[in-house]
């Protein structure tokens, strides 16, 4: 048991480093390009991309579906994972526009950045950081998305008032992530398995 933030965080940390590293191992939530198609990607965008940007895609959702980006634009992924939104977003805002993917697991961004290699994409910059602080200026991003990432983070208000302080007037928030309507005991809260595993 543990209601310590940092703890939770580094058992979250250790969890996901086993997703990028061994994604077919995933046995307890859907993972890799068949969730993606599930969940409303594009058949032949995910079919068209190497294995390694889809296979340890841990998302719940489609954030990209729910508003265009722009050529030129600017977008922040909340723990970007493997990078799939990251570098579908980055194809969208072409090289006038920039993504900047921001996840705590080093064995994650690492894949993210040679996903990005491979596939050629030299706007997007990918962070090693917990989104509870993002290294960027207030006002900096035209559209924040996120996905499947909020219901890990011990701090909730925390890192929705990160989004908002880097967003620009005007900006959008576009995220997917899980919800529990039942309520929840402080004793389940406390349990660290229910983060990380
Ligand atoms: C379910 S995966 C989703 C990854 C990616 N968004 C995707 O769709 O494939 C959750 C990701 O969020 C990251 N994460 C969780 N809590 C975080 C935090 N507080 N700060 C930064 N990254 C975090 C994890 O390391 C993991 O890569």
Do not use: H
């Not at 265009?68 to 493997?82: I, Y």
């Amino acid at each position: 048991m543990t209601d310590n933030p940092n703890a939770i965080r580094a058992a979250v940390t250790s969890r996901f480093s086993q997703v990028a590293s061994s994604p077919g191992q995933e046995k307890k939530f859907p993972v890799g390009p068949a969730s993606a198609k599930k969940l409303g990607y594009d058949y032949s965008e995910i079919d068209a991309l190497p294995s390694s940007v889809t296979d340890s895609f841990c998302g719940v959702g489609n954030p990209l579906g729910l508003g265009a980006v722009l050529p030129g634009q600017t977008v922040l992924d909340l723990g970007s994972g493997a990078g799939l939104d990251c570098l579908r977003a980055a194809r969208r805002v072409r090289p006038t526009g920039k993504v900047i993917g921001v996840d705590m697991c080093p064995e994650m961004v690492e894949k993210a950045r040679r996903n990005a290699r491979l596939l050629g994409l030299n706007n997007v910059e990918l962070v090693i950081a917990g989104i509870e602080k993002v290294p960027l200026p207030d006002a900096s991003v035209d559209v924040v998305i996120s996905n499947g990432v909020f219901n890990l983070c011990p701090d909730k208000p925390g890192v929705l008032a990160e989004a908002f302080r880097v967003l620009r007037a005007g900006g959008r928030l576009q995220m997917a992530d899980i919800l529990l309507e039942e309520g929840v005991t402080p004793e389940e809260v406390a349990r660290k398995g229910s983060w990380s595993n």
